[in-house]
């Protein structure tokens, strides 16, 4: 525990959202669209968290809004790092020609979007918002920053000594990208991804908010707290309990970064 | 191939960077021969375009003009592909052993690294584990530690683990870039003689860069003395030393720090 | 006695997760205007002695012992009253030029910098100061390095740049720590040279540290020997080297001297002269 807490406290967070997710696929206390007249109800033994506004059991939403928290962050950050490490390594690797440039300029005009428009974009596309407009949408938006990141710290590498040896062992380009640079720009890339997944959670609850996210009948935090808005005067609990998780698990993920980008480092390793 | 070939033929060896406001040329018209088994000390400081130089004849930059020729074939002007002969014949020890090796892979990974890429097709390729084993023991290192990383070890044994990965292809020549310049002088000597050893065990061709005279005049046989680019003096070792013909000669054999006992 | 600027006694600085302390009860005088060599090899303990001298040590670091600069006590000492000493009592030089100057100023604002924190100069005349400094430590062209960036600067000049800045409130005690190792060999000689100038004009004590014996010897009157975050040895130049009494002495002398040794024989390495312990090398 004293060795690594960020990220034991982080996996920790972590769980309890994957475990929620988890749960919720077999069994909620009560079905979490199910209208019932007991509205605004506060916590009590029945409703551990109380009702909302049409009666739906929280706690019940809480728990199905963990699996879209989760599906949200993975598939951004996946999108994000899947396609915007290799285009920042690649850019590196090109830093002296047009095709390093070009890819930066790219990259800048992504992040000249909000995840926000690219969201409306792909909506109005699409006819109307869901889930996977949301997600894609987010994704896109995360690409830039973590090409930048892959970029700055692969450029780092390729000035180090041990890249001019692997060339001379006759090592090929990709061979040097693949087992020398990526491995040394994993601390930085898990911080972003860690960063991302925080960001990735936040927007969605902004674009369910705003209607642009999933379809109303699922229960997302965000979506939770923009159907607070009304009470948040009468009964705060509607919206403590969707925002309290939220904290958590962006909390949860970004120590769980720090704890793995630790966990990883081999110059750690070693207590003399 | 005859046996008086020399190993390396450089013949006005030019290399320009355009990259900043003006160009710079790093090496300006360079000439000379290495033969066989010689030991080359390269003397000169930082801009004096030695570690460019370097670097060209191991085909890692490509000069501007000029041409090298190494075992009897140019090595100018070609592709990655037909270059592997090149990279197992000749292999780098650079100066930083904190920068010169991944710290991200073990030892063993680091020093089987040459004997892993593509320049074997079509020849015999030596077991890597096996080598690393001799390779360990042969520059003093205990083969145990091979699943260590670089940072468990200090400098001095950092750069032998580089010496054994240059060796690892089993080349003909050796090229120290500042290989010492990065140690404590009481580390220095034991690096030295290792070098020493090798070259006389392996029959190599050494070619040591430094900007410091005394270490080349007590490892090499002959000498090139550069400045801006330039060869400003040429020749064999001692009589360099003892009766240096160019002001910057003469500037860097009065730099070298001596031990005033008095 | 009287004349000692600084003396340490049984100094020990340990930090936390290491087995060894860093520095393992060393004791040493400087006097007013004397010389002094610290040499060791990476790892031995000397640049700690000199951040703890400075105060400049991590906060995790337990420091016991005595350090006495003029009769006052320097373990302990509030950070701000210690800013008062540092830059004017007690300067360092240390060995990466580039990162001990700050890149976006521009270096004449640097050393007015150090000039004025201490009140050395009414305003006006600070930069005249700083032109006169550089000038004295062998800067050809002081309004144009005054006025330029590090970047714009060679190592060479860079480090003078340092030891003006060192020098410019001609403190009692100059603390260098491998001032040379980063520069080439012509540039060492040279900045060597100008070193000693300017300490003998500003009248300055020096503690010279490196693990280079030769450097050192050129520069000082007295050396101790550190290894392994004790001192092993110390006494004049002339009787270490001379007449070390230490193996380890015998075997840093021993290695600092290429010439003994005829070409491509085996040089003497400092096992030869004294086994260490597992700590690896």
Same mark, same amino acid.
């Given at each position: 525990?004293? %060795?690594?807490?960020?990220?034991? =406290?982080?996996?920790?967070?972590?769980?309890?959202?994957?475990?929620?997710?988890?749960?919720?696929?077999?069994?909620?206390?009560?079905?979490?669209?199910?209208?019932?007249?007991? %509205? @605004?109800?506060?916590?009590?033994?029945?409703?551990?968290?109380?009702?909302?506004?049409?009666?739906?059991?929280?706690?019940? %939403?809480?728990?199905?809004?963990?699996?879209?928290?989760?599906?949200?962050?993975?598939?951004?950050?996946?999108?994000?790092?899947?396609?915007? #490490?290799?285009?920042?390594?690649?850019?590196?690797?090109?830093?002296?020609?047009?095709?390093?440039?070009? =890819?930066?300029?790219?990259?800048?005009?992504?992040?000249?979007?909000?995840?926000?428009?690219?969201?409306?974009?792909?909506?109005?596309?699409?006819?109307?918002?869901?889930?996977?407009?949301?997600?894609?949408?987010?994704? =896109?938006?995360?690409?830039?920053?973590?090409?930048?990141?892959?970029?700055?710290?692969?450029?780092? #590498?390729?000035?180090?000594?041990?890249?001019?040896?692997?060339?001379?062992?006759?090592?090929?380009?990709?061979?040097?990208?693949?087992?020398?640079? @990526?491995?040394? =720009?994993?601390?930085?890339? @898990?911080?972003?991804?860690?960063?991302?997944?925080?960001?990735?959670?936040?927007?969605?609850?902004?674009?369910?908010?705003?209607?642009?996210?999933?379809?109303?009948?699922?229960?997302?935090?965000?979506?939770?707290?923009?159907?607070?808005?009304?009470?948040?005067?009468?009964?705060?609990?509607?919206?403590?309990?969707?925002?309290?998780?939220?904290?958590?698990?962006?909390?949860?993920?970004?120590?769980?970064?720090?704890?793995?980008?630790? @966990?990883?480092?081999?110059?750690?390793?070693? #207590? %003399? | 191939?005859?046996?008086?070939?020399?190993?390396? &033929?450089?013949?006005?060896?030019?290399?320009?960077?355009?990259?900043?406001?003006?160009?710079?040329?790093?090496?300006?018209?360079?000439?000379?021969?290495?033969?066989?088994?010689?030991?080359?000390?390269?003397?000169?400081? $930082?801009?004096?375009?030695?570690?460019?130089?370097?670097?060209?004849?191991?085909?890692?930059?490509?000069?501007? $003009?000029?041409?090298?020729?190494?075992?009897?074939?140019?090595?100018?002007?070609?592709?990655?592909?037909?270059?592997?002969?090149?990279?197992?014949?000749?292999?780098?020890?650079?100066?930083?052993?904190?920068?010169?090796?991944?710290?991200?892979?073990?030892?063993?990974?680091?020093?089987?690294?040459?004997?892993?890429?593509?320049?074997?097709?079509?020849?015999?390729?030596?077991?890597?584990?096996?080598?690393?084993?001799?390779?360990?023991?042969?520059?003093?290192?205990?083969?145990?530690?091979?699943?260590?990383?670089?940072?468990?070890?200090?400098?001095?044994?950092?750069?032998?683990?580089?010496?054994?990965?240059?060796?690892?292809?089993?080349?003909?020549?050796?090229?120290?870039?500042?290989?010492? $310049?990065?140690?404590?002088? $009481?580390? &220095?000597?034991?690096?030295?003689?290792?070098?020493?050893?090798?070259?006389?065990?392996?029959?190599?061709?050494?070619?040591?860069?430094?900007?410091?005279?005394?270490?080349?005049?007590?490892?090499?046989?002959?000498?090139?003395?550069?400045?801006?680019?330039?060869?400003?003096?040429?020749?064999?070792?001692?009589?360099?030393?003892?009766?240096?013909?160019?002001?910057?000669?003469?500037?860097?054999?009065?730099?070298?720090?001596?031990?005033?006992?008095? | 006695?009287?004349?000692?600027?600084?003396?340490?006694?049984?100094?020990?600085?340990?930090?936390?997760?290491?087995?060894?302390?860093?520095?393992?009860?060393?004791?040493?005088?400087?006097?007013?205007?004397?010389?002094?060599?610290?040499?060791?090899?990476?790892?031995?303990?000397?640049? *700690?002695?000199?951040?703890? *001298?400075?105060?400049?040590?991590?906060?995790?670091? !337990?420091?016991?012992?005595?350090?006495?600069?003029?009769?006052?006590?320097?373990?302990?000492?509030?950070?701000?009253?210690?800013?008062?000493?540092?830059?004017?009592?007690?300067?360092?030089?240390?060995?990466?030029?580039?990162?001990?100057?700050?890149?976006?100023?521009?270096?004449?604002?640097?050393?007015?910098?150090?000039?004025?924190?201490?009140?050395?100069?009414?305003?006006?005349? /600070?930069?005249?100061?700083?032109?006169?400094?550089?000038? !004295?430590?062998?800067?050809?062209?002081?309004?144009?390095?005054?006025?330029?960036?590090?970047?714009?600067?060679?190592?060479?000049?860079?480090?003078?740049?340092?030891? /003006?800045?060192?020098?410019?409130?001609?403190?009692?005690?100059?603390?260098?720590?491998?001032?040379?190792?980063?520069?080439?060999?012509?540039?060492?000689?040279?900045?060597?040279?100008?070193?000693?100038?300017?300490?003998?004009?500003?009248?300055?004590?020096?503690?010279?540290?490196?693990?280079?014996?030769?450097? *050192?010897?050129?520069?000082?009157?007295?050396?101790?020997?550190?290894?392994?975050?004790?001192?092993?040895?110390?006494?004049?130049?002339?009787?270490?080297?001379?007449?070390?009494?230490?193996?380890?002495?015998?075997?840093?002398?021993?290695?600092?001297?290429?010439?003994?040794?005829?070409?491509?024989?085996?040089?003497? *390495?400092?096992?030869?002269?004294? !086994?260490?312990?597992?700590?690896?090398?």
């Amino acid at each position: 525990m004293r %060795r690594n807490p960020a990220l034991l =406290i982080g996996a920790a967070m972590v769980a309890l959202v994957v475990v929620f997710a988890l749960i919720s696929a077999v069994w909620t206390p009560y079905n979490p669209t199910e209208v019932t007249p007991g %509205r @605004l109800l506060p916590p009590s033994t029945a409703h551990l968290m109380g009702t909302d506004g049409f009666g739906q059991d929280i706690a019940s %939403r809480v728990l199905v809004g963990a699996r879209s928290c989760l599906l949200v962050g993975v598939v951004a950050v996946g999108i994000g790092a899947l396609l915007g #490490v290799p285009l920042g390594v690649t850019a590196a690797v090109n830093q002296h020609s047009w095709l390093g440039t070009v =890819i930066m300029r790219a990259t800048d005009i992504v992040y000249a979007f909000p995840a926000l428009l690219l969201a409306i974009i792909l909506a109005a596309a699409r006819g109307s918002g869901s889930t996977v407009t949301a997600m894609t949408a987010i994704g =896109i938006a995360s690409i830039p920053a973590f090409a930048r990141v892959s970029r700055g710290a692969a450029l780092q #590498v390729l000035s180090q000594d041990y890249i001019i040896a692997a060339r001379s062992a006759g090592t090929t380009p990709g061979g040097i990208a693949w087992r020398h640079v @990526l491995p040394n =720009i994993t601390p930085v890339v @898990l911080v972003q991804a860690s960063v991302s997944f925080g960001l990735a959670i936040l927007a969605e609850a902004a674009l369910s908010y705003l209607g642009l996210g999933t379809p109303p009948t699922t229960p997302t935090w965000g979506r939770m707290i923009y159907e607070s808005q009304p009470y948040l005067y009468t009964n705060l609990n509607l919206a403590l309990w969707p925002g309290l998780f939220i904290a958590i698990a962006v909390l949860g993920f970004n120590l769980l970064g720090d704890g793995l980008r630790e @966990l990883v480092d081999p110059t750690l390793q070693d #207590v %003399r | 191939m005859g046996t008086d070939e020399p190993i390396y &033929r450089v013949q006005d060896l030019v290399r320009v960077f355009s990259h900043g406001p003006q160009p710079v040329t790093a090496v300006d018209r360079v000439s000379f021969e290495v033969p066989a088994g010689q030991r080359l000390g390269i003397v000169g400081e $930082s801009g004096s375009g030695k570690s460019t130089l370097i670097r060209m004849m191991a085909g890692l930059r490509r000069p501007s $003009s000029g041409d090298i020729v190494f075992r009897g074939q140019s090595i100018v002007g070609r592709r990655e592909s037909e270059l592997a002969w090149l990279r197992r014949g000749v292999q780098l020890v650079f100066q930083d052993p904190r920068s010169s090796l991944d710290p991200r892979m073990k030892v063993a990974d680091i020093i089987a690294e040459p004997l892993r890429s593509k320049i074997w097709k079509g020849t015999q390729r030596p077991d890597p584990a096996s080598r690393v084993v001799d390779l360990m023991a042969r520059v003093g290192l205990e083969p145990a530690d091979r699943n260590r990383y670089p940072h468990q070890f200090s400098g001095g044994q950092r750069q032998r683990i580089a010496i054994a990965r240059a060796l690892a292809p089993s080349p003909q020549v050796l090229i120290a870039d500042e290989a010492v $310049s990065a140690l404590d002088v $009481s580390v &220095r000597a034991q690096v030295l003689n290792l070098f020493g050893e090798l070259v006389a065990d392996q029959g190599l061709t050494l070619i040591f860069v430094s900007h410091d005279l005394s270490v080349v005049r007590h490892m090499c046989d002959a000498v090139l003395v550069m400045h801006a680019g330039r060869i400003v003096e040429a020749g064999p070792i001692e009589q360099i030393y003892l009766d240096p013909q160019h002001s910057y000669t003469r500037q860097l054999i009065a730099s070298v720090p001596r031990l005033r006992r008095g | 006695m009287t004349d000692d600027l600084l003396t340490i006694d049984d100094l020990s600085v340990r930090f936390p997760g290491n087995r060894h302390p860093a520095v393992d009860r060393i004791s040493l005088r400087i006097g007013r205007g004397e010389r002094v060599g610290l040499i060791g090899e990476s790892g031995s303990g000397k640049s *700690v002695t000199a951040l703890a *001298v400075m105060g400049l040590l991590a906060d995790n670091a !337990k420091t016991t012992g005595s350090i006495r600069w003029q009769g006052d006590e320097l373990l302990g000492m509030h950070d701000a009253q210690y800013s008062r000493l540092r830059g004017e009592q007690i300067s360092m030089v240390f060995q990466e030029p580039m990162t001990a100057l700050d890149p976006t100023m521009r270096t004449g604002r640097q050393v007015a910098e150090v000039l004025r924190l201490h009140g050395g100069a009414p305003a006006g005349e /600070a930069r005249s100061r700083v032109l006169q400094t550089l000038a !004295k430590v062998g800067i050809g062209d002081p309004q144009r390095v005054a006025d330029s960036f590090p970047y714009q600067l060679s190592g060479g000049q860079r480090q003078r740049v340092l030891i /003006a800045m060192a020098l410019i409130n001609t403190p009692d005690l100059l603390i260098c720590d491998e001032p040379t190792t980063a520069l080439d060999v012509t540039v060492q000689a040279r900045v060597l040279e100008l070193l000693q100038g300017g300490l003998d004009l500003a009248g300055s004590a020096l503690l010279f540290i490196s693990h280079d014996l030769a450097v *050192v010897s050129q520069m000082v009157d007295r050396i101790a020997v550190i290894y392994e975050g004790r001192i092993v040895e110390s006494g004049t130049r002339s009787q270490i080297l001379n007449a070390p009494q230490h193996p380890y002495t015998a075997g840093l002398i021993a290695t600092a001297d290429l010439a003994n040794v005829p070409a491509g024989g085996r040089l003497p *390495v400092l096992d030869d002269f004294w !086994k260490r312990t597992d700590r690896g090398h």
